[in-house]
């Protein structure tokens, strides 16, 4: 018995770096192509497993449009030796990847819904494939909201891509950040406080919602949902734990009875409510 | 002929199954005695087995002891247990070398003769179909652990007697193996040995020794030997432990035990069933070649739940109780069973004694009130 990488679910494939750009002081976007096989179909909020030759291997969602077919787009943050090495790669580099994994933030489903995506720091990349989703479907929503907030107006990612949603006028873009800086002619403060005002002129029981960020930012995101009316089993969040195999086998993303890595990243609130005000699950 | 699955027989010393099997090819992994304590080994006859020894085991305990020296099975089980064959503790999983335009990746694989596993208790052949539902859990399977398991046949001892740390009555896995072996043996009270057969894989290695059948009488004295040991055994698992753990997460039993608890991860890797691994990258000096390899890991190490900014479980109560509600509680939800199979081996193998049993019974027996 051969195991080939079609059946063995830890080998990666082999992808190119097709064109690489920073985002951020440490975070950086990459393109990739895959050398064998078919071009990876994925859901908005699955992840892949991203090997960096020599260093390692490390869970990071997926951040491109899924629309789009042929282009797998990841945006990292360099946190760790895994992480920086993806974070610092050209391009031309060669990567491995494994997946797509997990379960998906279900936008397709909620169509005729006023969709609010509520997004902390790097929150927003794995929130981006279904913001595309409802980009490209508008006509389909009832409404489309997105509130983001970062700690500084320099932790603000995909910055000019947000000014274009803005620009849109089928669209509610609200950005804020927790420090000030000079220059910054925005808001400040805790996404909360544009969440609370945006939901305040909406009806909550016609509102889905999808929240990433923080666990401590989604706490209080899915607080002020419940407050202004959002049902608790039409509120996602996506959860982040360390993972080694992403296929349920290392134990390591354990939460409750769930697996992150095949039940979760994302989750239907009311699924997870019973653990996620708690300490150290 | 022994061709019936489900025959019994009779047969006078493991000898001639020991050659049997290796006669047919089989690589026979069976317990000797090793560092003072019972191990898992490969065995090339029945002489390697640590015939006329005994165990005392309590929290915290093991010591092997003489016992009649004509019993061959008189031990129960010791630290190590089936999963460090099947789910070797370092296993290579591939390898990628260093290209002109960027890197190559080639699969590997263990060499796995086929292999019987020699005296394997009920609570052992437990722990192994548990550990079947984990590594092959639906949408994925491991490759290693399904070819091994393919290539391996059981013999079953049934224990005659019970450790004091043993409580597999209590959780439904033994003391009697009725089925998930090829062949059982029961080492009768008067000498000589029941011989149960399991499989048609058991029939063909039984096919070629001298047995007679077994007799009715004869069946009932294997039976009760396992009805004997099962008599011995004083430790229970509450019987609501699942849902009462699930509800008493904030317990205060779990700051006492975390008081005791030295975060050691001994239960974890003597434990039958847990399967907690890390990935990690292995490089050579040149930097050209690099191998993934899977090792144990332990959900009592503070990197286990790391994550950048630092550990999701920081105290040890927080990793206790994540063992522990795991084992018992959330091993429900992901795989239909429980995680343990009252081998006691968390026990004996505990520094400190602390008791899995004795940790469940205090939370179940004064629950904490729940918010309606």
New interface residues.
């Given amino acids: 018995?051969?195991?080939?990488?079609a059946?063995?679910?830890?080998?990666?494939r082999?992808y190119?770096v097709r064109k690489t750009w920073k985002e951020l002081a440490d975070v950086s976007t990459m393109e990739l192509e895959a050398l064998e096989g078919q071009s990876m179909a994925f859901q908005p909020g699955q992840f892949n497993m991203l090997y960096a030759?020599?260093?390692?291997?490390v869970a990071i969602s997926i951040s491109g449009d899924p629309a789009e077919e042929g282009k797998l787009v990841h945006t990292i943050?360099d946190?760790?030796a895994v992480?920086g090495a993806l974070a610092s790669v050209s391009d031309g580099?060669?990567i491995?990847v494994r997946g797509p994994f997990g379960s998906a933030w279900p936008v397709a489903e909620q169509t005729g819904r006023h969709i609010v995506f509520v997004a902390g720091g790097l929150g927003l990349a794995p929130l981006r494939p279904a913001i595309y989703h409802v980009l490209n479907n508008r006509d389909q929503y009832a409404g489309l909201t997105v509130v983001y907030g970062s700690r500084s107006p320099h932790d603000l990612l995909y910055a000019e891509e947000v000014r274009g949603w803005k620009s849109r006028f089928d669209t509610e873009i609200e950005v804020t950040v927790d420090h000030a800086e000079p220059g910054w002619t925005g808001q400040v403060g805790v996404v909360t406080v544009p969440l609370d005002r945006a939901l305040a002129g909406n009806n909550g029981a016609e509102v889905s919602a999808f929240v990433c960020g923080p666990e401590i930012m989604m706490r209080f995101s899915v607080m002020s949902l419940k407050a202004a009316g959002v049902s608790e089993d039409k509120i996602w969040i996506s959860m982040?734990?360390?993972m080694?195999?992403a296929?349920?086998?290392?134990?390591?993303c354990?939460f409750?009875?769930?697996?992150i890595c095949?039940d979760g990243p994302v989750f239907r609130h009311d699924h997870v409510a019973k653990l996620i005000n708690?300490?150290?699950? | 002929m022994p061709d019936a699955k489900g025959a019994s027989f009779l047969l006078d010393s493991p000898g001639p199954l020991v050659d049997a099997l290796r006669r047919q090819g089989w690589r026979v992994i069976g317990p000797k005695l090793g560092q003072g304590a019972i191990v898992y080994e490969e065995i090339e006859s029945a002489a390697d087995l640590p015939r006329g020894l005994t165990d005392e085991q309590e929290g915290g305990h093991y010591r092997l002891r003489e016992g009649d020296p004509d019993r061959w099975f008189d031990y129960v089980v010791g630290p190590q247990n089936w999963k460090k064959w099947l789910f070797p503790a370092r296993q290579k999983l591939w390898s990628a070398e260093r290209s002109k335009d960027g890197f190559s990746v080639e699969s590997h694989e263990d060499e796995w003769p086929k292999t019987a596993i020699f005296g394997a208790r009920a609570c052992e052949i437990a722990a192994i179909e548990v550990q079947d539902r984990v590594f092959d859990n639906g949408d994925f399977a491991d490759s290693g652990y399904t070819k091994r398991r393919a290539g391996m046949l059981i013999v079953a001892v049934q224990c005659a007697r019970s450790a004091a740390t043993c409580f597999c009555a209590s959780m439904n896995t033994g003391p009697r193996a009725e089925a998930g072996f090829d062949v059982a043996l029961t080492e009768l009270e008067t000498g000589g040995f029941l011989v149960e057969c399991g499989s048609d894989a058991g029939a063909a290695v039984l096919d070629g020794l001298e047995l007679a059948d077994a007799s009715a009488a004869q069946q009932q004295a294997g039976e009760a030997v396992s009805h004997k040991a099962a008599a011995e055994q004083t430790r229970t698992m509450p019987a609501n432990v699942e849902s009462v753990l699930r509800d008493n997460l904030d317990h205060p039993r779990w700051e006492e035990v975390a008081e005791r608890c030295l975060s050691c991860a001994n239960c974890t890797l003597a434990c039958p069933t847990c399967f907690c691994s890390d990935v990690e990258e292995v490089n050579d000096l040149s930097g050209d070649h690099a191998e993934r390899w899977r090792v144990w890991d332990s959900c009592f190490s503070l990197d286990f739940s790391y994550i950048h900014g630092g550990a999701v479980r920081r105290s040890t109560l927080s990793r206790y109780r994540q063992w522990m509600t795991h084992k018992l509680s959330s091993w429900h939800d992901q795989f239909g069973t429980s995680g343990c199979v009252g081998c006691g081996r968390c026990i004996a193998w505990c520094p400190v004694g602390i008791d899995i049993t004795e940790e469940a019974g205090a939370i179940a027996a004064e629950p904490l009130a729940q918010e309606v």
């Fill in positions: 018995m051969s195991v080939s990488a059946t063995d679910p830890m080998l990666p082999r190119r030759f020599g260093v390692g291997e943050r946190v760790g992480s580099d060669m491995g982040e734990r360390n080694k195999c296929i349920g086998f290392c134990g390591h354990q409750g009875g769930d697996f095949r708690r300490k150290e699950v």
